[in-house]
């Protein structure tokens, strides 16, 4: 099924145990990224941020989902840094920075500060692939150091980001130049980004319009894809767009869908092969299309409108809890509970 949906506005409350962050000085911030997914960045006696970093611009690498997800409780500033694009080397992947990820983190309350890589080591089990990238450390400094006196909100701020998007790629371009020479690693040609980067600096809607493009690709490559974490019994995979007042199109997959009565069910699920029940950083991942679809009030699949139904799906190799594993199944149930989705363990609603 091809499933559409609206959101009108973004609520939720959250109920899963807060991350306690570790806490760093701006002084110390290169230590921050060293250590820390997510983290609590102290600017002066007054100003705090909680700050989280995605090791790609793609958003199903390393879980930057449940990254974002940690600093959602923090009820001041939040801020994510995104590299606008990641170049592993010519046996590596390469990544752009998309815009519906951007307009997303303006739907979730996020600053999104646009970095780039600036150092690297040559991966050692290829010969050209590159590992351990580095922001430009004082490029991502400067940024939130504007941001202590910024007064407008997310939206209006990341917009700003993506005025910058072309002149960020040439710094970026130039960055992996030093780096291809420092490691001897070769990177991707660069005739493909240099044609991207001159298609971008026409206009911010060529940024949106390409995103787009690529982010349908990517849902309809989603679509035939059985991920190992993922465990489906009934139903189909199925593409959800959502789109919302801020002109954000967000190309998704419910590992599930299926209708019943006047309700479309959509079901994000997760499985861990090895544990009782999936990692956090995994529910978190769910969690984040459980925030989306539970403000998705109403959809529409084969030409009727329904009302929407979001379920988490979790399945473990069996059904023998720890203390701790209890306590996360618990705060889901009151999670669930507080935003109107439901929550499934290995077969049964908790």
């Known amino acids: 099924m091809d499933i ?37 960045l102290n600017i002066d006696e007054i100003n705090k941020f909680a700050v989280s970093w995605w090791v790609s611009s793609k958003r199903t690498c390393s879980y930057p989902y449940a990254r974002v997800y940690d600093t959602l409780t923090y009820t001041g500033k939040r801020i994510t840094v995104i590299p606008v694009y990641k170049d592993e080397g010519k046996d ?51 940024e939130i150091k504007r941001h202590v006196s910024y007064q407008s909100d997310p939206l209006h701020w990341n917009l700003e980001q993506v005025d910058n998007i072309v002149d960020l790629s040439k710094k970026a371009v130039e960055a992996y130049k030093k780096i291809s020479e420092k490691t001897k690693v070769i990177m991707h040609s660069e005739k493909n980004i240099l044609e991207k980067i001159n298609f971008l600096t026409q206009s911010k809607e ?6 787009r493009k690529l982010s349908r690709e990517a849902q ?8 190992p974490k993922e465990n489906i019994n009934t139903g189909e995979k199925s593409t959800v767009t959502i789109s919302n007042y801020l002109g954000g199109y967000y190309y998704f997959t419910a590992d599930e869908a299926r209708i019943f009565n006047n309700s479309i069910l ?24 459980m925030i989306l679809f539970s403000n998705v009030k109403k959809a529409a699949a084969q030409e009727k409108e329904y009302n929407v139904v979001p379920i988490l799906k979790l ?36």
């Open 92 to 142: 590596g992947d390469r990544d752009f920075l998309q815009w519906d990820t951007i307009s997303l983190m303006s739907l979730l309350g996020v600053n999104v500060i646009i970095a780039y890589y600036t150092n690297a080591e040559k991966n050692i089990k290829y010969k050209n692939k590159i590992t351990n990238q580095r922001f430009d450390i004082e490029h991502v400094s400067s």
């Open 315 to 350: 399945t473990g190799i069996n059904s023998n809890l720890s203390e701790r594993q209890i306590t996360v199944l618990n705060s889901l149930k009151k999670e669930a509970e507080a935003n109107g989705f439901f929550v499934e363990y290995n077969g049964g609603v908790i």
């Open 266 to 289: 959509l079901v994000e699920a997760k499985h861990s092969s090895n544990s009782s029940i999936p990692s956090i950083d995994d529910i978190k991942d769910g969690l984040i299309k």
């Open 206 to 211: 060529n940024f949106m319009l390409s995103s």
């Open 4 to 40: 559409i949906g609206k959101i009108q506005s973004l609520k939720y409350t959250h109920a899963l145990e807060n991350k306690k962050f570790n806490e760093y000085n701006l002084l110390n911030l290169k230590e921050a990224f060293e250590n820390d997914s997510s983290f609590m």
């Open 220 to 227: 309809k490559r989603e679509i035939v894809t059985l991920q």
